[in-house]
């Protein structure tokens, strides 16, 4: 059984393809969702956004989501 749980469909908006060659795209519950998968996710504090530099250390990603 591939999967235990339940099936859920979603929209995605695919955009430009980033410097590796890899589609970057949006995730929506629908298509006539507003808020991005990853707009939540920032809200919620369970990512933060990345935007391509150095990487965060670890105490930085802590602070970044308020868990220093």
């Known amino acids: 059984k591939l999967l235990d749980a339940e099936v859920y469909l979603v929209w995605v908006e695919c955009g430009n393809k980033d410097k590796y060659g890899r589609i970057l795209a949006n ?33 930085e990603v802590k602070k970044e989501l308020g868990i220093a």
């Open 27 to 59: 995730i929506y519950k629908d298509k006539g969702s507003t808020q991005s998968m990853s707009s939540i996710l920032l809200e919620e504090k369970l990512a933060y956004r990345y935007e391509g530099k150095t990487k965060l250390s670890d105490d």
